[in-house]
């Protein structure tokens, strides 16, 4: 489904636009067509960047920094930013805002943990979280309340070592926590609530570790203290601001996912049968419902040196929006990019970013999709979204996807 290209009078393309979050794909369209540089007034000045060779170049590009943990509270007058002064500490901790060597030396070090994340080991652990799930499934559901978002959470929080009934407050502050980071607009009110979420998950994180050590029972965490990469380790509170920043990164967008894939399916029931015919055709059908509706529509960086690029001064302080969900629709890159091929190969989208930065939970993210997909299409053969509710979106143009979606089951 397609709408027309947004018009916006005060700014031609801004964050803090509702009307972009049902179908920005052609607003991208004109952007990238018009102006895939675009200077914006968001954050006080920022640079909007459109085009797939601009966006990959960008994102290895030393001169741009991760460092953002002071984003969500920029925009705020500076009186009043002293009240949120106390959440920086926390998230500058988390592997995400490193640059360079600093980066790279921590990030290795996640990598070892997270090769815990593999095929094998994930497999079980999904599979039992999906059938608990959709036990006993018939008549209507809401696919995203009752499976896309608590899925996601209960992996997450049994990798993580923590008890499997936490899993619904882990999944509310981070929810409080990732609305800091990509919503349309932020009120004092939001960075309240995200800034409650962010100190009671550390403290519940630092209890859970304290115990699982007392115990001797090892948990990602306590490795990510205990262990050593190349005589690199975390100490406590560090370790811990990874397993936040794991649990709010994976599970926001992973939800979507499930839900915008879903959606896609409901236009093209001719593909259906792709989902279930061998694991090769449900792979690469992954692949392509993260390049054609992915749940991360732009990624951040800052500039750190004044430097000119294709003609435009970036200035040291400004914010960069790499829109990867513009990108992964570039005519320049993809074969009738506005069509959803579930068979497309090759299919170089950017949804996980590139360069050193790039998701940590790819893995996790492709079988976790694959098992979700393949259960809800065997389980349920005739599943359609519900014609007569109306989907509602989230209104987070950084987390794209639906906070409500109503299926039939057919059963
Ligand atoms: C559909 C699901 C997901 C999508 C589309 C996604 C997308 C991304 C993207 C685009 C980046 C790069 C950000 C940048 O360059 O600044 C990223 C980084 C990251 N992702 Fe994911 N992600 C997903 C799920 C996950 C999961 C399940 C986890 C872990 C449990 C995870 C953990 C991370 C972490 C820790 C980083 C930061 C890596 C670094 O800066 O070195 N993500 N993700």
């Known amino acids: 489904m397609t709408t027309a290209a947004v018009a916006l009078s005060a700014d031609p393309f801004s964050l803090s636009n509702p ?3 049902p179908d920005p794909y052609p607003t991208y369209a004109a952007m990238r067509h018009d102006e895939p540089i675009h200077q914006s007034s968001m954050y006080g000045g920022s640079w909007v960047i459109f085009a797939h060779d601009d966006i990959t170049t960008l994102l290895r590009d030393p001169r741009l920094s991760n460092n ?8 705020l007058p500076l009186a009043q930013q002293q009240e949120f002064a106390d959440i920086v500490p926390v998230l500058t901790r988390w592997v995400a805002f490193f640059d360079g060597h600093d980066h790279a030396v921590r990030r290795q070090h996640m990598n070892k943990m997270c090769d815990l994340f593999s095929r094998d080991k994930l497999a079980p652990i999904i599979q039992k979280a999906i059938d608990t799930l959709l036990a006993g499934w018939s008549g209507r559901h ?16 049994q990798l993580l070592g923590a008890p499997m009934d936490d899993h619904v407050q882990l999944a509310e502050w981070s929810d409080d926590i990732a609305y800091l980071f990509g919503a349309s607009s932020l009120t004092v009110e939001d960075l309240r609530r995200g800034q409650r979420a962010i100190h009671a998950f550390a403290r519940y994180l630092r209890d859970q570790t304290h115990n699982a050590m007392r115990r001797h029972n090892p948990t990602m965490i306590t490795k990510l203290v205990e262990e050593e990469t ?4 975390f100490i406590l509170d560090d370790a811990c601001g990874q397993a936040m920043l794991l649990m709010f990164a994976g599970l926001e967008p992973l939800r979507y996912l499930i839900g915008n894939a879903t959606w896609s399916l409901e236009w093209h029931p001719e593909q259906r049968h792709l989902i279930t015919e061998n694991d090769r055709t449900l792979r690469h059908a992954v692949e392509e419902f993260l390049r054609y509706d992915g749940p991360v529509q732009y990624i951040g960086r800052m500039v750190t040196e004044d430097f000119t690029y294709k003609g435009h001064k970036f200035t040291a302080g400004q914010p960069v929006l790499l829109y990867i969900g513009a990108a992964n629709r570039d005519e320049n ?6 069509t959803l091929d579930l068979t497309r190969r090759p299919n170089p989208h950017l949804s996980f970013g590139r360069g050193a930065h790039n998701c940590i939970g790819a893995t996790l993210v492709r079988e976790q999709t694959a098992l979700a997909l393949h259960a809800l299409a065997t389980r349920f053969p ?12 989230n209104t987070n143009l950084g987390f794209r996807g639906f906070s409500s979606l109503t299926v039939d089951t057919g059963l």
């Not at 953002?68 to 925009?75: E, G, V």
């Not at 890159?333 to 506005?338: A, G, K, N, V, W």
């Not at 599943?383 to 509602?392: E, I, S, T, Y």
């Open 19 to 21: 009307e972009l979050i």
């Open 68 to 75: 953002r943990a002071t984003l969500p509270i920029k925009a």
């Open 230 to 233: 190349d005589n690199f380790r």
């Open 142 to 157: 809401d696919l995203i309340s009752e499976f896309a978002r608590p899925l996601p959470a209960m992996v997450i929080t």
């Open 333 to 338: 890159q993809f074969r009738d990019p506005e």
């Open 382 to 393: 005739a599943l359609r979204v519900a014609p007569d509710v109306p989907p509602v979106y």
